[in-house]
């Protein structure tokens, strides 16, 4: 089981280039997130998408987009990447029961540098 | 809105230390509370949880207390080892909603 893969690791990127950044789960949860994590900063929610076919902006969406087709993929686009958009991003995913909170699983992250 | 403040680190220890780390949030709700982890080089990983005032949370040796009248949720370990070195992140989630708020995260480093 591999549980939430983020695809690439890494990626050097120049300034004004497109880039999608993958994520794929096997655990079929229905709710997905993308967050970015930066130093003194901690990890800041961008998108997310509480079932397939639906997504909302978290607290920091400008400059990116998501689309959710379907359970398992979750991709985020950078249209045309600004330095700012140096960061680490963390794909997560979450079940939605009837329990008062389902637990967040993260991917290992793709460590993104913008030049 | 919803926030989480955590102290800075790094917080630097000897093995077999005991380990506060401090947590205060603001809600307008009753939020659910929670510490992360991330070790070097992984994405974060649930360590505890606690869902109403009082609550206790415990995982490998540590735990957090719900204390509602302090809005606090502090992070504490008797005796620390070398492999609990890591970040360590406090959040929050409003109840009946996914989205989590975290705290700026603080560094530990224990030493032999």
């Known amino acids: 089981i591999a549980g939430i893969t983020q695809a690439p690791t890494s990626q050097i990127l120049a300034a004004g280039r497109r880039m999608t950044l993958r994520c794929t789960q096997d655990?079929?949860?229905?709710?997905m997130y993308w967050y970015r994590q930066d130093l003194g900063l901690g990890l800041r929610l961008i998108h997310y998408?509480?079932?397939?076919?639906?997504?909302g902006k978290g607290e920091v969406p400008d400059g990116y987009s998501v689309s959710r087709a379907n359970t398992d993929d979750f991709p985020l686009t950078l249209a045309s990447a600004v330095p700012s958009q140096t960061s680490v991003y963390f794909c997560?995913?979450?079940?939605?029961?009837?329990?008062?909170?389902?637990?967040?699983?993260f991917g290992p992250g793709t460590r993104l540098t913008v030049l | 809105g919803d926030s989480v403040t955590q102290m800075e680190g790094p917080v630097t220890l000897s093995e077999e230390a005991f380990l506060t780390i401090n947590c205060t949030y603001t809600a307008t709700g009753y939020p659910s509370l929670f510490w992360y982890v991330q070790y070097p080089g992984e994405g974060l990983q649930l360590l505890l949880k606690a869902t109403k005032a009082d609550d206790k949370g415990s995982n490998k040796g540590f735990e957090a207390t719900y204390r509602k009248e302090t809005t606090s949720f502090h992070l504490e370990k008797g005796s620390v080892q070398v492999s609990d070195s890591a970040v360590y992140f406090c959040?929050?989630?409003?109840?009946?909603?996914?989205?989590?708020?975290f705290g700026t995260g603080t560094r530990l480093l224990v030493s032999p």
């Open positions: 655990m079929r949860h229905n709710a």
């Open positions: 998408s509480n079932t397939a076919g639906t997504t």
């Open positions: 997560a995913s979450s079940g939605t029961g009837t329990s008062s909170y389902n637990e967040q699983f």
């Open positions: 959040a929050l989630s409003d109840r009946g909603f996914q989205k989590l708020v």
